[in-house]
């Protein structure tokens, strides 16, 4: 890998083109070092910005004690306090697709469906988005309305073809 800030000082490099691709070589070095570029253009709809999430909530779940909601918009899953305090983004994947949120009866837990490595796959982690468990299902396919037990030990849910599944 090469570090473009690492260029001052003594060493030399010959920058160059190939292909339609940038190399950095090192005198010295076996092989040149393929430079990774990127440019943003400077479009409104590329920059970082902030956006309203209430036009694209595709699922939500109330906490046992009603303090919080759990929401799944634009692809990450958020929990949002009641009265006062501020939303907090517990997946923050870019890419990924977080949907179909469900808060466990006793509390502990939030579960969801994401795409993260290819397929969906079931997460359960705590309202902090922090100690995941993964459960990859088999012959993967999209899954629907994750319906925790009463006693939060097992979860429901239900694929395409409307099989019933219980993790």
């Not at 076996?30 to 990127?38: F, G």
């Not at 466990?104 to 309202?127: N, R, T, V």
């Amino acid at each position: 890998e090469f570090d473009c800030k690492n260029m001052e000082g003594d060493q030399q490099h010959l920058i160059f083109e190939n292909g339609g691709y940038l190399y950095a070589y090192t005198p010295g070095a076996m092989q040149p070092v393929k430079l990774s570029i990127q440019v943003d253009g400077d479009f409104p709809w590329i920059r970082p910005h902030w956006t309203s999430i209430e036009k694209n909530i595709e699922s939500y779940a109330i906490s046992p004690n009603g303090m919080w909601v759990a929401m799944g918009a634009r692809g990450d899953v958020f929990t949002i306090p009641a009265k006062k305090g501020d939303a907090r983004n517990i997946t923050s994947t870019q890419g990924i697709a977080d949907r179909s949120v469900a808060w466990s009866p006793d509390g502990k837990s939030i579960s969801w469906f994401s795409d993260e490595g290819g397929e969906y796959q079931l997460i359960i982690a705590d309202q902090f988005g922090k100690e995941k468990k993964k459960i990859a299902i088999a012959n993967p396919t999209f899954y629907y309305h994750p319906t925790w037990s009463p006693d939060s030990r097992y979860l429901s849910f239900y694929n395409e073809s409307r099989t019933l599944w219980i993790v």
